[in-house]
């Protein structure tokens, strides 16, 4: 084996072994689920004393709230899982009802679609609580509009943003089975 052989193959190997540093990450991220946990906890534990004088609409911005935080934890899933056995290493857990049938099977481009679905899924969930305090006395209706305008504006770019990346996906498989 020549010299440039022998750095050659220790450079891939110190390469390879790199993918280890993104494990810390990953268990950063099952810690922020955690930190979810709490805060979905903490909105069911102040809310549930106010359940009999809630009105319709605060029980739904509850609700949403709930649902928002459920999405945003999924989403940490997503990419905890996927990301770690894409880019790190298989999870070596054992198949069975507990393992998610997704798991193991989702790639780069799933992943990435994924994302934006719950990105958009989560724009949409605070676009609609932002559309429940429209004519709330306590706001200013002035400034009110400019933000309920600006979060229009930002969701319908993650919307477009999810439709171009799911084109290119598309146009990706359909020259690469040619």
């Keep these: 084996m020549s010299d440039r052989t022998k750095a050659e193959t220790a450079l891939e190997k110190t390469l390879f072994a790199s993918r280890w540093l993104m494990a810390p990450m990953y268990l950063g991220l099952s810690i922020a689920l955690a930190m979810l946990t709490v805060i979905f906890v903490r909105e069911l534990v102040d809310y549930l004393p106010k359940v009999l004088t809630l009105t319709a609409e605060a029980m739904i911005l509850l609700a949403l709230t709930l649902i928002d935080l459920?999405?945003?934890a999924n989403l940490l899933l997503i990419v905890m899982f996927s990301g770690y056995e894409n880019f790190v290493s298989k999870l070596d857990v054992a198949a069975g009802t507990d393992r998610p049938e997704w798991m193991g099977s989702v790639g780069f481009s799933g992943l990435k679609m994924k994302l934006i679905a719950s990105?958009?899924?989560i724009s949409a969930i605070d676009l609609l609580k932002r559309f429940f305090e429209i004519g709330d006395p306590g706001l200013d209706p002035v400034r009110q509009?400019?933000?309920l305008l600006w979060l229009v504006v930002i969701h319908m770019t993650f919307v477009l943003s999810g439709v171009l990346m799911a084109l290119m996906?598309?146009?990706?498989?359909k020259s690469s089975t040619r």
Excluded: F, G, P, Y
């Excluded at 996906?169 to 498989?173: C, E, I, P, T, Y």
């Design 119 to 121: 990105i958009v899924a």
């Design 169 to 173: 996906d598309w146009l990706s498989s």
């Design 70 to 72: 459920t999405l945003a």
């Design 145 to 147: 509009q400019r933000e």
